[in-house]
């Protein structure tokens, strides 16, 4: 019987592209570039939500803080010069024709020049919500 030995072929470390010699499917010259690459993909990740979850936050602070001095409707620009980002949410649903948006347990319909009827959601809300999810869902009966 005669064996063959698997040629190994070159590759480059995907942290500092060094040519390394092993494994066809090795990608780092060492466990150093390895843990680098791997912290690098995982900061600019946190990096990104971290930076989502400061635009909801400044978000959540401007809606509430018109909700404590009764506005329940304002201009687009108007929020936008307080640092409001329309297109950014934690919830969207399409009803009647109408854009409804959430900001956590905030709702309000969004038009093309304004937001108007910015509430607090209340409980039943969230349930609404889960119902329409579960519609969607096929019933367990149908598996
Ligand atoms: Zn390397």
Not at 30 to 36: D, I, L
Not at 47 to 75: A, E, F, H, P
């Amino acid at each position: 019987m005669i064996y063959k030995m698997k040629k190994e072929s070159a590759t480059h470390c995907l942290e500092c592209g060094t040519v390394t010699y092993g494994r066809n499917d090795q990608k780092f010259c060492s466990a150093k570039c390895k843990n680098k690459w791997w912290n690098r993909r995982t900061n600019a990740r946190t990096g990104y939500q971290l930076k989502v979850l400061n635009m909801l936050d400044r978000n959540y602070r401007i809606l509430t803080r018109l909700l404590s001095i009764g506005v329940l409707s304002v201009r687009s620009e108007d929020l936008q010069l307080l640092g409001f980002r329309p297109d950014v949410m934690t919830g969207h649903r399409r009803m009647m024709k109408r854009e409804w948006n959430e900001c956590f347990d905030i709702g309000y319909l969004q038009m093309p020049s304004r937001i108007s009827n910015l509430h607090y959601l209340e409980a039943g809300d969230a349930a609404v919500k889960d119902e329409e999810r579960f519609a969607s869902e096929p019933a367990s009966e149908d598996l």
